[in-house]
């Protein structure tokens, strides 16, 4: 799969081709609910929030005029979409000064972006590693443990976890690494 | 010392630091070896770590030397980097699905009253919330049970509160889900699951068999804690007094996280069977555990299982299931230690077994059970 061609996709997408559409959504959906569950607190508002920009991109597609990349401005929009919801909210009050600060602060797209072809990348490498070396992974990144808190769930000194994760990223950088430097080669 | 043992990459560091002062005989062959071949071996461990925040000072500062010392280990390095972040996002942004979003945000573009579609259906939502959390707030602190029906603009609530030493085993809700609730807790939770969600709140200990609606996610709200399921059975504890929520998977998977009451946004955990959620409500810090309380729902199942627990324990898990007061007269006695199990069974058989296991003395007395030491123990 390959990443919607950044100034054609809007063009397509103004003479109501369906399918470009479709594609910025599959590529962008996940990264986008991710980023706005951080500030919601709340997934299924999060959903509601990118689910909701994307109707309104397709209804005002004749008229769109987007300067930056689509990716910032798809991270933008999000980010202005959350604070939409902390203003209609009560709790704002509360919390919202925080987390204005906060949204303001952000690199979404460096940050929260992540290419279906790395999706797939990521799961093939992560596929092919020993169960256990798999689960000891996932529990670093998935949970974001900390390598003692690893051990003690799983029962395993500290220094097999740090053993398993070298592991772990050794083969993913075997199978991944090229494609990290093709993209950075591309973005260059 | 002992290069030797390490490995080459680390080894090139130790002739690094001791540049300036000298490099032993020994030291220089490695050294010049490694110059002739000049391949660099990558410590992925040592990076794992660095990476994971988990380097101590001495190994974050060799990564850093070794990081600055060519443009391929920068590279190397970032690519690393790349992986332990992007694998990061992999497994966080596996729980939204473009492909069932597609076919909501599909039908809506197809709609052309669609973006009043979705605003209506946010607002409703919002009101609901507003009116839950005005609610609660009135909600009043009275023991004994009652069933109330309240009438507010938007929604009718229902509020069920258990007696001090009640449990009420089945309180079923408009989905058809099965609430239990131990003593003194209560729960909440409108006449009809309108709007996206179904949203109950609660105070005190229940055990949830939530039926499954994957269209429609059940939110709990404990507090500022927040638990999320799509269909599954689970306890929760979150006593108005104690300073942590405690969620205990049975079945099926939990979200469980702060709600939009909490000061600052806070991670979500998933629970599976067997495992224990733990939300400290001072800091909103969140902690997964292993369950290791088999007598988690006990207060509701009254199946319990000591192993090689002390009776000093036995008695207070005992007080708190059968809502009975049990007093050891010796606190030497409460040392002893048993291991049963016993599948609902009254609480008299339970102190007959553990007299007869310990050869002690059983009485009653208004409603108080005491155990003694039998005088003529041999």
Not at chain 1, 40 to 51: K, M, R
Not at chain 2, 108 to 129: A, P, T
Not at chain 2, 180 to 196: D, E, T, V, W
Not at chain 2, 212 to 241: E, H, M, W, Y
Request: hydrophobic content about 35%; aromatic content about 8%; charged content about 30%.
């Amino acid at each position: 799969m390959i990443l919607p061609d950044e100034k054609h996709i809007f063009r397509k997408i103004r003479d109501d081709n369906r399918e470009a559409f479709k594609n910025l959504f599959d590529t962008y959906y996940a990264s986008l609910c991710h980023y706005a569950s951080h500030y919601l607190n709340d997934d299924v508002l999060s959903e509601e929030v990118v689910q909701e920009l994307f109707v309104k991109i397709w209804e005002k597609r004749k008229t769109l005029d987007i300067d930056t990349s689509v990716k910032n401005y798809l991270f933008r929009s999000v980010r202005n979409g959350c604070l939409n919801q902390i203003q209609h909210d009560k709790v704002r009050q509360l919390h919202g000064r925080n987390l204005k600060d906060a949204l303001m602060s952000e690199d979404p797209a460096g940050d929260y972006f992540i290419t279906p072809e790395m999706i797939l990348k990521l799961e093939e490498g992560i596929e092919s590693l020993p169960e256990k070396r798999r689960e000891i992974f996932r529990l670093s990144r998935e949970e974001g443990l900390k390598y003692r808190e690893i051990a003690e769930k799983l029962q395993i000194s500290v220094k097999t976890v740090e053993v398993q994760m070298g592991l772990a990223l050794k083969t993913l950088r075997q199978k991944i690494g090229t494609l990290i430097l093709l993209i950075f080669l591309i973005k260059k | 010392m002992c290069i030797r043992e390490k490995s080459l990459d680390k080894l090139i560091f130790e002739v690094f630091l001791k540049g300036n002062k000298g490099i032993s005989i020994d030291d220089c062959h490695y050294y010049e070896m490694k110059e002739s071949d000049h391949i660099e071996q990558v410590d992925e461990e040592l990076l794992a770590s660095y990476l994971s925040g988990e380097a101590s000072d001495e190994e974050k500062s060799e990564v850093e030397r070794w990081t600055g010392r060519s443009a391929e280990n920068r590279e190397v390095f970032q690519s690393c980097s790349d992986i332990m972040q992007k694998s990061r996002l992999y497994y966080q942004t596996r729980r939204f699905e473009a492909t069932k979003a597609w076919e909501r945000v599909d039908r809506d573009i197809n709609r052309n009253s669609s973006r009043e579609g979705v605003k209506i259906n946010l607002f409703r939502r919002k009101m609901l919330r507003v009116a839950a959390i005005g609610l609660l707030a009135l909600a009043l602190g009275s023991a004994g049970f009652y069933v109330g029906w309240r009438q507010q603009k938007t929604a009718i609530f229902t509020e069920v509160i258990s007696g001090e030493k009640q449990v009420l085993q089945e309180v079923t809700l408009p989905d058809g889900s099965v609430v239990s609730l131990n003593s003194s807790s209560r729960i909440h939770f409108p006449k009809q699951f309108s709007g996206k969600q179904r949203k109950v709140s609660i105070e005190g200990e229940a055990f949830f068999k939530v039926k499954p609606d994957p269209q429609k996610p059940f939110v709990i709200s404990a507090g500022t804690a927040q638990i999320r399921v799509l269909g599954t059975s689970f306890n929760v504890c979150a006593r108005p007094g104690e300073s942590t929520v405690e969620v205990t998977v049975e079945t099926g998977k939990v979200q469980f996280g702060c709600n939009r009451l909490a000061q600052k946004p806070c991670d979500q955990l998933i629970l599976t069977p067997g495992e224990k959620g733990v939300f400290f409500t001072a800091d909103q810090a969140l902690k997964k555990e292993v369950n290791d309380n088999p007598n988690v729902n006990a207060w509701l199942t009254h199946d319990l299982v000591f192993n090689k627990t002390r009776l000093q324990e036995v008695t207070e898990i005992l007080r708190n299931v059968y809502h009975t007061d049990i007093q050891l007269s010796d606190p030497e006695l409460g040392e002893l230690i048993l291991t049963a199990h016993f599948n609902d069974q009254p609480i008299d058989f339970i102190l007959d077994v553990i007299r007869l296991t310990f050869s002690l003395e059983l009485s009653a007395q208004n409603g108080q059970y005491f155990l003694t030491a039998a005088k003529n123990n041999p």
